[in-house]
């Protein structure tokens, strides 16, 4: 198995991100309040936005650290996922801390269960 996380892979159409925002459902997991929506396309399994809040994270090379990290887990294990649905999902980054990647793989790993069990 490929573990990549190609360009197709990552939200970037603004329309989508509206859209994801506007009917998304979403929940909580620490640390990530995680925006979910059924993709209505089928051009590639799923793909994600990644944000951390530059208020609360003043610097940009503590948010680029925190994002590197949260990618490098949703790349490890995307494929808890399966592919019963297309989603489009935002993971936003919510502690006022920076957390340690065994934490943020760890959660990860829950947030990538929850939404294979919806």
């Known amino acids: ?13 603004k329309k989508q991100i509206e859209e ?18 059924a ?9 994600v936005l990644i944000s951390v809040s530059a208020r609360t994270f003043k610097k940009a090379v ?4 925190i994002k590197r990290r949260i990618r490098e887990s949703y790349r490890l ?7 019963k649905k297309n989603w489009v999902i935002a993971y936003i980054y919510t502690p006022k ?9 760890r959660q990860m ?7 294979n069990s919806l």
Do not use: C, W
Request: glycine share 2%; hydrophobic share 35%.
């Open 20 to 37: 994801l925002f506007a009917k998304g459902s979403h929940f909580y997991l620490y640390p990530f309040k995680v925006v979910y929506h």
């Open 109 to 115: 790993l829950l947030a990538l269960q929850k939404l």
């Open 1 to 13: 198995m490929k573990f990549t996380f190609k360009k197709e892979e990552r939200l970037s159409s």
């Open 62 to 65: 503590d948010r680029n650290l």
């Open 77 to 83: 294990q995307k494929h808890e996922l399966g592919n």
């Open 39 to 47: 993709k209505h396309t089928a051009t590639a399994p799923h793909q």
């Open 97 to 105: 801390e920076i957390l340690t990647s065994d934490i943020i793989h």
